[in-house]
């Protein structure tokens, strides 16, 4: 047997062991259910007709996948798997193919059509290496009753009375694997940058640092936002820092100037920000938005703005010394 598909068992706490129930009876023998009783569970069908197969590279799960990192593996696992599977069992695996109507199988041996699964109590193994295993596999787990690992049923994004989960290492490593893979590239990008670029990236990340901020601070101050999964304030609030981060990080010199010194001029109220997000100076309306100013600032034609800007942040910075 080569690598394998688990699906196992939940196992739940009772913590007032004086009320006795089956359930709490039998967990304190390390079961589930009664030995020899299983749970059938057949494909599941969406509300639009789709079969969610784990083969499906469009499915609406995998749209409401939040973490961008996993929804890109998990598109190219289905993608490649459904092709596997088409070719060596010769049959349409597509969402709405009449393979997944379990109710035309003529028996166990029909190979043309889904066959109903029983779930055991304990680990229920699937051999990966056997061809309708692994397809079984696959659209077991995505089924919207099974947690798909133990951790999001604790995180409570499935239903409380979830009764299975899926144990799947390779599936976690390669999301592991893949995240370490682009923080640790950020951080070369961080480590490669001058100081003064530095504190710039900083800043537009939100970050409180200014021109003479210690550098080991801001390093340390990037880093620390690297290694979260969102970030938490301010107005990227929510999003992937190492996304954000690579932005600013690629962002050619002249650009990332003047991005900065926008944030500083409003930052210092030589602008104030309005409801409606325009830019004013004073009670002279100087853009309709934050973007809108940076691309006029970095239009040739406007330069002697820009010039104009840097002096008044200078004079600014040097009043509050």
Known sequence: MGKLGIISTIKREYRDSRIQTMDS????KGMTRIPGTG?????YKEVDGKYRTGLDPTAAYI???MDSTERE???ERVTKLRDKLEELLGVDLGPRAEFWNYGKSKGASDMSHVQPVKLMDGDNYYDLDVTFQELTFAWMRVHP??????QAWQRGEFAADTQFYVVDKEKENAILYKKKQIVNKAIVKLDEMIPTRRIKVARLLGLPVQDNTPEEFVYNEIDNMLKKSEIKTGSFKG???IKIFTSFADM???LLHIKDLVKQAIGHSIYRVQGSGRIYEGEYEVSTSEEELVKYLSDDDNQEDLIILEDKL????LAAV
């Open 314 to 317: 200078k004079a600014k910075k």
């Open 252 to 254: 050619n010199d002249n």
């Open 25 to 28: 009876e039998l967990n304190k």
């Open 63 to 65: 749209r409401r996948i």
């Open 239 to 241: 999003l992937d820092p």
């Open 39 to 43: 749970v059938f569970k057949f494909p």
């Open 145 to 150: 009753t099974i947690a798909s690992s133990l």
């Open 73 to 75: 593996l998990e598109i």
